[in-house]
């Protein structure tokens, strides 16, 4: 088989199921990475004990490494040994005995179902059956153990299952087993599981095997899709095929109908980095050589799957350089960056200049705005040749890309200008980390095009005055600047302070009154996300250490702290349930009205009053005048019921998919009645947990303000509905709720959150954000609230 880029794939065979050696033996000939073999129970006595009087062999043929490496464990118990319980069950819509092919699923259900039993002794027996089972598989390191699925027309089973496997979820996080749930792609069964998760407390083990066992009808594909969206934010650990699912070429080879097809290309598109494939059951297609039916006669059937796999649609989501350099990042949650409080690496310098797309549109933002100041005769002429010149200020200049990409765009606006209006720049690259001051100084002294050009700068942005290159801009009107350039967003867009350090880079007085700022404005938007694994991972996040240059012996933050911090993540197990919204926006400059300009320009003058020594005068400075100005913000965002569940937006990170939402769309939606519960339980249809808020932003770096220009602008987004694609130096910011919410068929989420602010006196301060969350039912009535997260910002802020 020739090498390409595939996923992790397993196989059951139903005659194999007691023998894992002899099944792996031959399933990784043909190429399977993993098998599937029942678990025994080591129970020794009760109503439902098992026959010990056959002994498996494998137990004594495979070495540890193989158990914990390629053997996934399931509860499969022959239906013989619950009669009573299985003859009901196999008639049942949850018994899955047909499609399971005589794996035994059918009688797992019976299992499940037993643990609600009216007689003690059966209900007893039954879950001592089912914890013995793990219990094997955690002793022979087994890394997952397959579960029946959840009697979804048995509440009391159900909820018993539940109690169950809360203790079991518990003991197995010790031993780091996962438990998959068979799980059908049908609304009552991704309900249950939700409910059962809930149920559990949300442990991070417990996942879903997605199964399908059934041929699809195409008018089901859109409700079909939606399920797919909610599922990829429920835990989706597998997906699972059984070969009667499969249809028959004219070549006798196994194929997918048109549906499936799209489904798994769906599922693949949206978690083919993580996500295992399983083949089940007894081979029911034979090709025409023995070489293509493999030793497990089940070659096919991978080979066919893979083959999806390589398509073109596939591929090129998951085999780019991007997808190779996020897959470190996947669900992994991050603090913001403080970038005032801290100083940045070295290599997160390098990292985020990678990215392909953000300095090609800065460039862009720089060339369009230094033709528009020609056009607009903004720029003096320099020289006898009668050059204009244009001064450019860089702040936060790090290791010198946006220095790079001025550079880059100027020498593209003096390629189609005629030799008499050439730009001549200066250029001030303004730094405060001193280690990236002195890169920049390296790059000014062997780079041609920066020398008599760059001027390097070691100061803080927001306090100007203090250098005396800095001082002598400001004193001298002509040289200051023309264009402020800055890469200061943050995934939030205002959540690195932005706005407070252009807004200190103004109140210094150090821009021309037409000075453009590139970006001219940013929008922050926000989102609900339904992601059981980003809830999990915030959680765990109570474990580490409150202050992380303590190490591991530190002090823990606690749940309360980690469930109310924003974390940057790259989402990949979420499901963005609505479209986004925007919340509030920052534009720069500042505008104040005439009467407050002019007062602030007589001000600045007296400010800028030289003594004898030619130094500015220290009673009085620039930023005492100006007033701050008011950054704070509120907003309350509605996010409307949305039939699809926001399917197009994906992860909520990546270009909003219209073809997937088209398809959402066309599905028939069932009529929401007063008939659907509120409570959480299966009959509530489409219904949705929402565990968060995922914020992006959208940004304007620069809007040409000529008249038929319009269309001259460049743009930056991470916001799903203006994504830009191929740039990656912003992931989006993962607001967590301390208790996941519940949105019933219908209902109305309603996020309203608050930027707030705080200063002191040696001109410090915080920022930091509260927000909180309900949902409204169609009267208008609150169904359930979460508490305020981080008040006062208690838990989080971002130091000034």
Same mark, same amino acid.
């Given at each position: 088989?020739?090498e390409?880029?595939?996923f ?5 065979i ?131 153990v ?8 048995n ?65 089901q ?12 934010g ?22 997918l ?5 799209i ?19 007894t ?10 039916n ?33 897959a ?22 390098e990292?985020?200049?990678r990215?392909?797309v953000?300095y ?15 056009a ?34 100027l ?10 209006a ?6 001030i ?10 890169? +920049? =100084? !390296?790059?000014? &002294?062997r780079? @041609?095009?920066? *020398?008599?050009v $760059? ?14 290159? +800095? =001082? !002598?801009m400001? &004193?001298?009107? @002509?040289?200051? *600047?023309?264009? $402020?350039?800055?890469e ?112 602030i320009?007589?001000?600045a ?5 030289t003594?004898?020594?030619g ?31 926001g399917?197009?937006?994906g ?11 088209a ?27 929402v ?16 008249p ?7 743009v ?7 994504f ?41 301060g ?35």
């Amino acid at each position: 088989m020739s090498e390409q880029p595939s996923f992790v794939a397993g196989i059951s065979i139903p005659q194999r199921s007691d023998d894992a050696a002899s099944l792996l033996q031959l399933s990784r000939n043909d190429g399977y990475d993993f098998v599937i073999t029942d678990l025994p129970s080591t129970v020794a006595s009760g109503p439902l004990a098992p026959n010990n009087g056959s002994v498996r062999k494998d137990v004594t043929s495979l070495e540890s490494k193989w158990w914990s490496t390629s053997v996934v464990g399931q509860v499969a118990v022959r239906a013989g040994q619950w009669e009573a319980e299985s003859e009901s069950n196999m008639h049942s819509e949850d018994g899955a005995a047909a499609w399971a092919e005589g794996s035994g699923a059918g009688a797992g259900t019976a299992l499940i179902e037993a643990l609600a039993n009216h007689d003690t002794r059966v209900r007893l027996s039954a879950e001592a059956n089912l914890k013995s089972m793990v219990e094997w598989a955690s002793h022979m390191s087994i890394p997952a153990v397959i579960l029946p699925p959840i009697p979804t027309k048995n509440p009391a089973a159900a909820l018993s299952y539940a109690r169950v496997l809360s203790n079991i979820a518990l003991q197995c996080s010790a031993t780091n087993v996962q438990l998959w749930i068979r799980t059908p792609l049908t609304q009552a069964a991704i309900e249950a599981f939700d409910l059962l998760h809930r149920r559990c407390d949300g442990p991070s083990n417990l996942g879903v095997l997605l199964c399908f066992h059934t041929q699809l009808e195409p008018a089901q594909a859109g409700m079909s899709m939606v399920l797919i969206h909610k599922s990829v934010g429920s835990n989706l650990k597998a997906v699972s095929f059984v070969t009667s699912t499969f249809l028959t070429n004219k070549r006798g080879y196994p194929t997918l109908s048109k549906s499936h097809q799209i489904i798994f290309t769906e599922l693949l598109r949206r978690l083919g980095r993580t996500l295992r494939v399983i083949v089940e059951g007894t081979p029911m297609h034979h090709p025409p050589t023995a070489e293509a039916n493999g030793l497990t006669g089940c070659l096919a059937y991978l080979q066919y799957l893979r083959h999806l796999r390589s398509r073109q649609e596939v591929a090129q989501i998951l085999d780019t350089e991007e997808s190779l350099l996020e897959a470190s990042y996947l669900d992994h949650l991050q603090s913001p960056l403080q970038p005032l409080g801290d100083n940045l690496e070295f290599q997160t310098y390098e990292t985020f200049e990678r990215d392909p797309v953000k300095y090609q549109r800065y460039k862009l933002a720089v060339e369009l705005a230094v033709r528009d100041g020609i056009a607009m005769q903004k720029y003096p002429r320099v020289d006898d040749r009668g050059c204009y010149g244009v001064n450019v200020l860089v702040v936060g200049a790090g290791r010198g890309p946006l220095v790079r990409a001025v550079l880059s765009a100027l020498a593209a606006v003096n390629e189609d200008e005629p030799s008499n209006a050439i730009v001549r720049p200066k250029i001030i690259a303004i730094e405060k980390n001193p280690a990236a001051v002195l890169y +920049l =100084r !390296s790059l000014q &002294s062997r780079e @041609p095009s920066w *020398a008599n050009v $760059v001027t390097v700068v070691e100061c803080d942005m927001r306090r100007a005055t203090s250098h005396p290159i +800095l =001082r !002598s801009m400001i &004193s001298n009107a @002509p040289a200051r *600047a023309d264009i $402020v350039v800055s890469e200061l967003l943050g995934s939030f867009g205002d959540n690195e302070l932005s706005p407070e350090c252009l807004d200190g880079v103004q109140r210094c007085g150090i821009l021309k009154d037409d000075c453009v700022s590139i970006p001219q404005s940013y929008t922050s938007f926000l989102a609900p996300v339904s992601s059981m694994r980003l809830h999990s991972e915030a959680r765990a996040q109570a474990y580490s250490p409150s202050n992380p240059t303590d190490g591991p012996a530190g002090q823990p933050c606690g749940t309360l702290r980690a469930m109310e911090t924003p974390y940057v993540v790259r989402p990949h197990a979420a499901s963005q349930t609505h479209v986004e919204k925007p919340c509030w926006d920052f534009n720069h400059p500042k505008q104040v009205d005439e009467e407050k300009e002019n007062g602030i320009k007589s001000d600045a003058a007296a400010a800028m009053s030289t003594t004898s020594n030619g130094n500015i005068n220290g009673s009085q400075s620039v930023e005492a005048v100006i007033l701050e100005p008011d950054n704070e913000r509120h907003i309350r965002v509605s996010f409307s019921y949305d039939q699809t569940h926001g399917a197009g937006s994906g992860c909520g990170y990546g270009s909003f998919d219209s073809a997937v939402a088209a398809m959402a769309t066309a599905m028939p939606i069932p009529p929401v009645t007063s008939s659907d519960n509120i409570a959480g339980g299966p009959s509530c249809g489409t219904a949705v947990t929402v565990h968060g808020f995922l914020g992006t932003f959208h940004s304007t770096l620069y809007q040409s303000p000529l008249p038929g220009n319009e269309g001259n602008s460049s743009v930056i987004s991470i916001a799903p509905t203006t994504f830009s694609v191929g740039m990656f130096s912003w992931f989006p910011v993962y607001f967590p709720l301390r208790e996941p919410l519940h949105v019933p068929t219908g209902s109305t989420v309603i996020c309203t959150m608050w930027r707030k602010m705080d200063s002191s006196d040696d001109g410090g301060g915080r920022v930091w954000y509260e927000w909180c969350a309900e949902i409204v039912g169609k009267d208008d009535d609150v169904i359930s609230a979460s508490h305020l997260h981080n008040p006062g910002g208690r838990s989080y802020h971002v130091r000034l």
